[in-house]
C-alpha cells in the first residue's frame, strides 16, 4: 500500500516526533523472584528518532500504512499502542498510522517502545480520550519498560526493570551514534550465563560525580556480533565508545555538532553514523504542548 500524503495539513495527517535513547551506562544489580533483571541505567533522550503520522478514522479500524521492515503486525508497537488505549478509554474511533522509521530495530535505542510512546500520547488528544500522563505510562509499562520514559518525556534516572524513573537533569551534549547493522535480540542476551549480575547498586551522585560505569551487556555483545566490536573498536580510536541498551548501536560523546560532523564523515563503509543532540525534555513533550495552544486558540 502507498506511503500516506507528506502534507498532513491538507490530508488530515498529524505528525508527531518519536525521539531515540541513549543507556549512558546499563548494570545489573539483581533478580526479581519471578526472574527479571534489575537494572540502573541513565537515559538520555535525543532530539532524533522516528517520525510517526496519524489519521482519525471514524470507521474504528486502526490500520498500520507502512510496515515497518522486519516487524510483523502482531509485533507492531505503535499498532499495539493503540488498541491497549482504545480498551483502556472505550473509544470507538480508529486510526491510521505510517512511521518514518531512522531508529535501527534492534539497536537499543528504544525505536520501538518510542514510536508507541509517541501513539498513546498523540492518539490520547486526537481521540480526546483525556488520560493524564500517569495512566498513560500505566498503560505503556504493559507494552514495554522502556515506553514509560518516553510517554513521560524526560531524560531520567531508571531502576527496576527500567520503567522506575526519576527525572535527571543531565547537561545538553552532542554524541555520534553508529549503526554497524546488527539486530541484537535483547531476550537472548538477558539468558547468556557470563552476563554480570551482580553489579554494586549506585546512587544518582555517585553518577553525577563521575564514578566508574559501563554496560553489562557490552562484553556479552561485543565476543557473539563482530560487526558491533568492530564499530566500538572504529568509535573508540576517536571517543570513549559505548554500546547502547541491549543492541547493537554504540554512541561516543563528542564536543559539539561539528566535531561529531567531522567524526561521521569519516564513519568505515558498511556502518551508519549520525550525530545526536541529547535533550533534557523530550521533543514530543515539545510537540504536546505546541498541540495544546494551538487547541486552545481554537
Request: hydrophobic share 45%; glycine share 12%.
Amino acid at each position: 500500500m502507498a506511503s500516506p500524503a507528506r502534507t498532513p495539513e491538507d490530508s488530515g495527517w498529524t505528525v508527531w516526533p518519536a525521539p531515540a535513547k541513549l543507556n549512558l551506562f546499563l548494570h545489573i544489580v539483581g533478580r526479581r523472584a519471578d526472574g527479571y533483571h534489575l537494572l540502573q541505567t541513565a537515559f538520555q533522550l535525543l532530539d532524533w528518532g522516528d517520525e510517526i503520522r496519524l489519521r482519525v478514522r471514524e470507521d474504528g479500524a486502526i490500520r498500520r500504512l507502512a510496515a515497518v521492515p522486519g516487524v510483523s503486525d502482531e509485533a507492531d508497537l505503535g499498532a499495539r499502542a493503540a488498541h491497549a488505549l482504545r480498551a483502556a478509554t472505550g473509544c470507538r474511533l480508529g486510526a491510521d498510522i505510517a512511521i518514518d522509521k531512522r531508529v535501527p530495530v534492534g539497536g537499543g535505542l528504544g525505536g520501538g517502545s518510542s514510536d508507541a510512546a509517541t501513539v498513546l500520547v498523540a492518539l490520547n488528544v486526537l481521540w480526546k480520550t483525556g488520560l493524564d500522563q500517569d495512566a498513560l505510562a500505566g498503560i505503556a509499562l504493559g507494552l514495554g519498560a522502556d515506553v514509560p520514559l518516553f510517554v513521560r518525556g524526560r531524560s531520567a534516572w531508571g531502576e527496576g526493570i527500567g520503567e522506575e524513573l526519576t527525572p535527571l537533569e543531565l547537561p545538553e551534549r552532542w554524541y555520534v551514534v553508529v549503526d554497524p547493522g546488527v539486530a541484537v535480540p535483547t531476550r537472548e542476551l538477558f539468558q547468556v550465563p557470563e552476563l554480570t549480575r551482580n553489579s554494586p547498586r549506585l546512587t544518582i551522585p555517585l553518577f553525577v560525580s563521575g564514578v566508574a560505569t559501563g554496560n553489562a551487556f557490552e562484553p556479552v555483545v561485543r565476543a557473539r556480533f563482530p560487526a558491533v566490536a568492530a564499530a566500538l573498536a572504529w568509535l573508540g580510536r576517536h571517543a570513549e565508545a559505548r554500546l547502547s541498551g541491549s543492541g547493537g548501536c554504540v554512541f561516543a560523546r563528542v564536543a559539539s555538532r561539528e566535531a561529531g560532523t567531522a567524526l561521521v564523515a569519516k564513519c568505515p563503509s558498511g556502518m551508519q553514523a549520525w550525530v545526536v543532540r541529547g535533550v533534557v525534555e523530550s521533543p514530543l513533550r515539545e510537540r504536546l504542548a505546541d498541540w495544546q495552544r494551538g487547541e486552545a486558540r481554537r
